[in-house]
T-cell receptor
Framework: GQNIDQPTEMTATEGAIVQINCTYQ??????LFWYQQHAGEAPTFLSY????GLEEKGRFSSFLSRSKGYSYLLLKELQMKDSASYLC????????????FGAGTRLAVHP | DSGVTQTPKHLITATGQRVTLRCSPR?????VYWYQQSLDQGLQFLIQ???????AKGNILERFSAQQFPDLHSELNLSSLELGDSALYFC??????????????FGPGTRLLVL
């Protein structure tokens, strides 16, 4: 089966750096996605990792280790607008682009 | 704005009723995915269509059904509604060109409240 774990909640201070971890157990791994979701709104795509290593995109970076079944999303220079849920999602080969989502990590950024 | 549209934005109905949610994918996208998100729950994959044909099924109840039309818009039908069906229903789309994995782009969702 598939299992995706991420912390339920995190808090951080404006201007700081926060790392949101995601661990997964699955077969036929086809890459890992991070989405941001503000309350009551649509998830929006942040990043996709299929190879090991770090992908950097502005203030956001995402890391993947396939051998460890581990990923993290790093948010730098936190802003109040970064308060949202961050969803880790795993893609499966042969699954017609199917994604399985973790429960999400709710991040609260305080002044 | 992802380019995926969903109607209606909000829907309030009673137990036992039937509703239809509508989704139009991004221009050029052939595949549509439906998800359910209950309060404080993760996104649960329901069903996927590609160019009019069902491609994958997830945790979709027998009371729920979907279809994709020749113009590629999709409808999710929910019948014999129960209180527990109250949730946000999202539609997502992708090209499904055969690439290793494609990003799914989400619509704004339909918030369903069953009273």
């Amino acid at each position: 089966g598939q299992n995706i774990d991420q912390p339920t909640e995190m808090t951080a201070t404006e201007g700081a750096i926060v790392q949101i971890n995601c661990t997964y157990q699955t077969s036929g791994f086809n890459g890992l996605f991070w989405y941001q979701q503000h309350a009551g709104e649509a998830p929006t795509f942040l990043s996709y990792n299929v190879l090991d290593g770090l992908e950097e995109k502005g203030r956001f970076s995402s890391f993947l280790s396939r051998s460890k079944g581990y990923s993290y999303l790093l948010l730098k220079e936190l802003q109040m607008k970064d308060s949202a849920s961050y969803l880790c999602a795993v893609g499966f080969s042969g699954g017609y682009n199917k994604l399985i989502f973790g429960a999400g990590t709710r991040l609260a950024v305080h002044p | 704005d992802s380019g995926v549209t969903q109607t209606p934005k909000h829907l309030i109905t009673a137990t036992g009723q039937r509703v239809t949610l509508r989704c139009s994918p991004r221009s050029g996208d052939l595949s549509v995915y439906w998800y359910q998100q209950s309060l404080d729950q993760g996104l649960q994959f329901l069903i996927q269509y590609y160019n009019g044909e069902e491609r994958a099924k997830g945790n979709i109840l027998e009371r729920f059904s979907a279809q994709q039309f020749p113009d590629l818009h999709s409808e999710l039908n929910l019948s014999s509604l129960e209180l527990g069906d109250s949730a946000l229903y999202f539609c997502a789309s992708s090209v499904l060109s055969g690439a290793l994995q494609e990003t799914q782009y989400f619509g704004p969702g339909t918030r369903l409240l069953v009273l």
